[in-house]
């Protein structure tokens, strides 16, 4: 029995014989980043590659599968476009499922369009982005979430998120999907037993039933915890520096990064747009926004950068206020802690190196009293920004996690379906309900791993990807 079984593949998707919809069609795209470099790799992938290597590539021994090979690279009329590396895949056994040609080029921009333009000439189309993966989904090649891997790894900005990447792209997210649906079967099974025939098959003890999911709801939750954290890896925090004029907001930029970013002088107003740059913490990017400051008389230049940094501290995970902890607070700074109350905020006294009367004004027990000019403050900031953005939490990137919306949604609404059925067996209500509410959660986790997706999931993560891919 097979409990909420997958609906039939997406629109365009893969065919019974395992071959995609894409497959009547030889794509062709470069598949190095634009610019010049040491070379330029052309990818082509579908049933007339065979037949366009024998116009474009010209060797002078046979080319065999998956070995690199001498060979000039002609143009559609036999002319020398360049001497290169050229490697075929003979299908199933390339990226793609499909038979696939690799060109390394050297890497002249113009040699690269060139033999992508003589490919179209002989029939090819050119690929869209993201189509040499997708079509590695729709042939078998990958799960969808090894997909979305893929992105996440050309995409990844730091060696946290590359390594997050490359765990999901194990295939571990999908082995641990099909654990927790193999126990909920074994469940529902058992209550349609008890359903269809009662009087041969007994209904299970409703205690047994507890013991039996809780392992599957802590499993989900864990797989929750870990995909929020994995989002903050690829994502990051943005931490929005906010205060009065000349409290030390640019100071303070320019020391976490380590260089001189933004502009700092005694002059009230200097800073009028945000500026914005990135540093790791804990492995997680921390987008530092540096804002104008925040006063009441303000001429219409200013105001105009206070209306920024408005829009800045709205759409932050993080204030960070400072504040010139050596002066009693002004209105300014009042005003300025009023507006961040009740959101995530660390409270900066900066100057502590000239007095400190500003820290007894307000009672903030975690404020950081300090200066921008010591590395302790310093730490101790990067510290406080770890404990708001993600509690502090050494992540573990070396296991697969949730990556991608749809697979949120058929956890949780996996994890919702569950907690019903709980309480439904505390309540004592009948146990056809309750094997409803199990059968519902069985085929939301098949949306997670199993090929189920919709066609707009599908387009929308691969939409993400850049031609070539």
């Not at 995909?227 to 906010?242: C, D, H, P, S, W």
């Amino acid at each position: 029995m097979d409990p909420g079984a997958p609906a039939a593949l997406p629109p365009g998707g893969a065919q019974p014989n395992g071959r995609s919809a894409f497959s009547t069609d030889t794509i062709v795209a470069i598949a190095t980043p634009p610019g010049k470099g040491a070379i330029a790799i052309v990818r082509l992938s579908g049933p007339a590659v065979p037949s366009l290597s024998q116009r474009l590539v010209r060797t002078n021994a046979s080319m065999h599968p998956r070995v690199a090979t001498r060979a000039d690279v002609l143009d559609e009329g036999g002319r020398l476009l360049d001497r290169a590396l050229a490697i075929s895949f003979s299908a199933p056994h390339s990226y793609t499922g499909e038979a696939m040609l690799e060109l390394q080029l050297h890497g002249s921009p113009v040699v690269a369009r060139e033999v992508v333009r003589a490919a179209l000439a002989c029939g090819a189309r050119l690929a869209q982005p993201g189509e040499f993966t997708r079509r590695a989904f729709l042939n078998g090649k990958l799960d969808l979430h090894a997909a979305v891997a893929v992105a996440d790894l050309v995409g990844a900005e730091t060696r946290a998120a590359a390594a997050a990447a490359l765990a999901n792209l194990g295939g571990g997210l999908a082995e641990e999907i099909r654990s927790l649906r193999a126990a909920l079967a074994s469940v529902v099974e058992e209550l349609a037993g008890t359903i269809d025939f009662p009087e041969e098959v007994p209904e299970p003890g409703r205690d047994d039933l507890q013991r039996r999911l809780e392992p599957v709801v802590a499993g989900l939750e864990r797989l929750r915890h870990d995909g929020e954290l994995g989002r903050l890896v690829r994502e990051g925090v943005a931490v929005a520096i906010v205060g009065p004029p000349n409290a030390g907001k640019s100071s303070l930029l320019n020391a976490l990064l380590g260089f001189e970013r933004a502009i700092v002088s005694e002059i009230p107003g200097t800073t009028r747009d945000a500026i914005e740059d990135a540093i790791i913490v804990d492995g997680v990017p921390v987008r530092l926004i540096d804002t104008a400051g925040i006063r009441a008389h303000a001429d219409r230049l200013e105001a105009a950068g206070i209306e920024r940094t408005q829009a800045a501290l709205a759409a932050a995970g993080i204030a960070l206020v400072v504040l010139d902890g050596s002066e009693p607070l002004r209105s300014d700074a009042l005003d300025i802690l009023e507006r961040t109350a009740g959101r995530p905020r660390i409270v900066f006294f900066n100057k502590a190196d000239l007095g400190t009367r500003a820290a007894g004004q307000i009672d903030e027990p975690a404020a950081i009293v300090g200066s921008v000019r010591r590395q302790g403050t310093l730490d101790e900031l990067r510290a406080a920004i770890g404990r708001l953005g993600w509690s502090g939490e050494r992540i573990d990137v070396s296991r697969p996690h949730l990556v991608a919306l749809h697979e949120f949604d058929g956890v949780n609404a996996a994890l919702g379906s569950l907690r019903e059925a709980r309480r439904a067996l505390d309540d004592g209500e009948p146990i056809d309900f309750i094997a409803t509410e199990l059968h519902r959660a069985y085929s939301s986790l098949g949306h997670v791993s199993e090929r189920v997706a919709g066609e707009e999931v599908i387009d929308g993560i691969f939409s993400r990807f850049c031609i070539g891919k």
